[in-house]
């Protein structure tokens, strides 16, 4: 017998949504877990133990990077993310257990953003646990000092205007992310009833990705 699908709800659409700012960089990520929670039982030291690039003993807690589709370390890196985070393991475990996801942008990647020198930072997607205007009786804890969070542009009813109006922002202002930066790509909406991220880019929108990355 055929098992039953029911027809899944429909999310409604003017409801709350959070526009930030696309940055043009590297998709990355953190993810914190216990070291017991990826050993395979056997050798004590699973495959996913062996990319661990940060220890916490007293807590036993591991760190792995990534990139937006695999696991990666300082010696098979993307422009330097995984380095970077070793360096700051200490600082980044606040983080607490689970993905933090984020971009990895500056000198060198993409757009590049007026940064010099090699400077690259990590800009944390989730304003609503790391944003400086986040409900902080929900989330007390102050995001690491070496994280960033991606700018909210707009926070209010889900309607395409604010989507307008904050990439026309953006396009007359500059970049929310490096003040100054008159080339900035474009929004994410995240629609917080669906669940769901859609992003809009000012220029070269209605093309698909595999022509814009050039």
């Known amino acids: 017998m055929t098992t039953f699908e029911e027809f899944p709800k429909i999310a409604r659409l003017s409801r709350e949504c959070v526009i930030t700012e696309k940055i043009d960089g590297t998709n990355a990520q953190v993810f914190i877990v216990k070291a017991?929670?990826?050993e395979d039982g056997v050798s004590a030291v699973g495959p996913l133990a062996r990319l661990a690039i940060g220890v916490k003993s007293d807590e036993g807690l591991v760190m792995l990077a990534g990139s937006r589709t695999q696991y990666i370390t300082p010696e098979r890196d993307n422009h330097?993310?995984?380095?970077?985070?070793?360096?700051?393991?200490?600082?980044?475990?606040?983080?607490?257990?689970?993905?933090?996801?984020?971009?990895?942008?500056?000198?060198?990647?993409?757009?590049g953003y007026g940064l010099q020198k090699g400077e690259k930072r990590f800009s944390l997607f989730n304003v609503a646990r790391w944003g400086d205007d986040r409900d902080r009786e929900k989330f007390p804890g102050n995001r690491p000092a070496c994280c960033h969070v991606v700018p909210t542009l707009y926070r209010g009813d889900f309607h395409t205007t604010a989507a307008d109006f904050a990439l026309q922002s953006l396009r007359e202002l500059g970049s929310k992310a490096a003040p100054g930066f008159?080339?900035?790509?474009?929004?994410?909406?995240?629609?917080?009833a669906a669940r769901l991220m859609f992003k809009k880019t000012i220029e070269r929108d209605s093309e698909p990705k595999s022509k814009t990355a050039a």
């Open 182 to 192: 008159m080339n900035p790509e474009g929004i994410v909406v995240f629609h917080e």
């Open 80 to 111: 330097g993310f995984a380095r970077w985070a070793m360096e700051h393991a200490r600082e980044l475990f606040a983080l607490g257990e689970g993905r933090h996801y984020g971009e990895w942008w500056g000198s060198g990647i993409q757009r």
């Open 36 to 38: 017991s929670d990826i």
